[in-house]
């Protein structure tokens, strides 16, 4: 069975701080995505990392892929309080024929503090 | 370009009622899920339809949950009869296909159901 695991689950940032939200995952896949979740709110698509060594980046947020260590980064540079969220990866796996699922892991909280 | 839309957006029931909830999925949108996401923790997918075909329901509980998708466009997740623990936010998403190609999910606003 797939285990998407990120860590930490819970980051409190200062506002202009660099971190980093882990994501590991256990068994082969070259598709990842990342997705943000506000409170009370649906899930919005934030990168789609489809080969080994994809990078993207959008404003203060960057996710990179290494399918040979199985790891996913997002990396947080200089954040501030609208950055404030859950923050999920998603890890798609074949399921059979001509299909794919998607895995989450649980999450990471961000809070950003001024 | 329309969004995922679902309904109730909101639903309170006692345990052992039943329940329904309604999904639109984007138009030309040929796969659609089920997502059960509990308090705390990430969606887990409950059911996945190609066109109105299941191709994936192997985490749904089949003694007390269906799905169905007539038409290969809405889609109608029913729980009879609901237990504490189905209290949860349940969400549809949808993608153009997914096979092959990559799968990009487009989530709609949910229903939190809560289960008294």
């Known amino acids: 069975e797939l285990k998407v695991e990120q860590n930490p689950l819970f980051l409190s940032m200062q506002e202009g701080k660099n971190y980093t939200i882990y994501c590991n995952y256990s068994t082969t896949s070259d598709r990842l995505y990342w997705y943000r979740q506000d409170p009370g709110k649906s899930l919005e698509s934030l990168f789609v990392?489809?080969?080994?060594?994809a990078v993207k980046q959008e404003g203060r947020l960057m996710a990179s892929l290494d399918t040979k260590a199985r790891l996913s980064t997002l990396h947080i540079t200089a954040a501030v309080h609208d950055l404030s969220a859950t923050y999920f990866c998603?890890?798609?796996?074949?399921?059979?024929?001509?299909?794919?699922?998607?895995?989450f892991g649980k999450g990471t909280l961000l809070t950003v503090n001024p | 370009e329309a969004g995922v839309a679902q309904s109730p957006r909101y639903k309170i029931i006692e345990k052992r009622q039943s329940v329904a909830f309604w999904c639109n999925p984007i138009s030309g949108h040929a796969t659609l899920y089920w997502y059960q996401q509990i308090l705390g923790q990430g969606p887990k997918l409950l059911i996945q339809?190609?066109?109105?075909?299941?191709?994936?329901d192997s985490q749904l509980p089949k003694d007390r949950f269906s799905a169905e998708r007539l038409k290969g466009v809405d889609s109608t997740l029913k729980i009879q009869p609901a237990k504490l623990e189905d209290s949860a936010v349940y969400l549809c998403?949808?993608?153009?296909?997914?096979?092959?190609?990559?799968?990009?999910?487009?989530f709609g606003p949910g229903t939190r159901l809560t289960v008294l």
């Open positions: 339809f190609q066109n109105n075909g299941v191709v994936d």
């Open positions: 990392l489809l080969s080994n060594g």
């Open positions: 998603a890890v798609d796996i074949w399921s059979g024929g001509s299909n794919y699922k998607l895995t």
């Open positions: 998403a949808s993608s153009v296909t997914g096979h092959s190609s990559y799968n990009e999910q487009f």
